[in-house]
C-alpha cells in the first residue's frame, strides 16, 4: 500500500466533516481546513464528481453536502490507509 499522500489526507477530512452532517459553508470549511476558499470549491466538486459528495440546492445559492455510500466507503479505505502507514512508520 502506499502511504497517503497530502491530498489523500484532505480528502479524508473533507469528506469527514461532510459526514458530520452539520450544515457547512464553503468559507466555514476552507478556514477549519485552513485551505484556501478557491481549493475548497476545486475540492468539493471533484467529490462531487467521483460521486462521494452530493450537492443539494436548498433554495437560492444555498447548497447542502451530503456524503454518499460510495463516499463513506472511500474515506474508511483512506482511514485504513492512513492508519496503516501511521503503525508501519
Do not use: C, F
Not at 12 to 19: C, K, Y
Not at 32 to 40: D, P, S, V, Y
Not at 58 to 68: D, E
Amino acid at each position: 500500500m502506499l502511504p497517503v499522500a497530502p491530498r489523500g489526507y484532505q480528502t479524508l477530512r473533507l469528506l469527514t466533516r461532510v459526514a458530520d452532517g452539520h450544515r457547512l459553508t464553503q468559507r466555514s470549511l476552507a478556514k477549519e481546513l485552513g485551505i484556501a476558499l478557491g481549493l475548497t470549491n476545486l475540492l468539493i466538486h471533484r467529490l462531487a464528481k467521483k460521486g462521494w459528495v452530493e450537492v443539494v440546492n436548498i433554495r437560492g445559492n444555498q447548497v447542502r453536502h451530503l456524503i454518499t455510500p460510495e463516499g463513506m466507503a472511500e474515506k474508511t479505505r483512506i482511514t485504513l490507509q492512513y492508519l496503516d502507514t501511521t503503525v508501519r512508520l
